[in-house]
């Protein structure tokens, strides 16, 4: 992977301007891996761990701007990860991303369900990475809203079709 990186040249089509990134994976060559592509980005503010728990203590004491999290990890998973992020008034407008090699439907469904922004598969192409930051970055606090709001209305309607 690190030689399809070096070999292409991949340039922000905005400035990250100083943002900082979390990026919890129980994988350190895959956290490497990230944290390099995301150098290459131009993001120099970087802040890992390596599980969920360490991971919401790592969010709590460095207040990141973005999360990159793993699905399947040892203590919390990343679905709780998220969860618990999107819990938090204080905390619930930060941008998410699932990074994970589950990339079926209902992983996937899960994901966004528990309050992802965008939900990438691994391996991912540093361009893609590229473009998820860049979209997620954008969402202002009313769309997050808004999209909550209408995932629980599609899940509650889902509720009422099973029921019937």
Do not use: W
């Not at 129980?26 to 956290?31: A, G, K, L, Q, Y």
């Not at 990074?99 to 309050?115: C, H, K, P, V, Y």
Request: aromatic letters at 6%.
């Amino acid at each position: 992977m690190m030689d399809e990186l070096t070999s292409v040249a991949v340039q922000p089509t905005q400035p990250p301007h100083n943002k900082k990134i979390l990026i919890i994976d129980d994988t350190p060559s895959i956290v490497e891996y990230t944290v390099h592509v995301l150098h290459k980005l131009g993001y120099t503010d970087i802040v890992k761990a390596y599980n969920g728990v360490e991971g919401l203590e790592r969010f709590y004491s460095e207040r990141p701007d973005c999360v990159i999290v793993d699905v399947r990890m040892p203590g919390l998973d990343g679905y709780q990860v998220v969860r618990t992020i999107r819990g938090d008034l204080s905390a619930a407008n930060t941008p998410l991303i699932i990074l994970s090699a589950f990339q079926e439907r209902d992983q996937r469904l899960t994901g966004i369900l528990s309050g992802v922004d965008e939900y990438l598969g691994k391996p991912f192409k540093p361009s893609a990475l590229a473009s998820t930051l860049e979209r997620v970055m954008r969402i202002t606090p009313e769309e997050r809203a808004q999209r909550m709001e209408h995932l629980a209305d599609d899940a509650l309607a889902a509720d009422d079709d099973d029921t019937e």
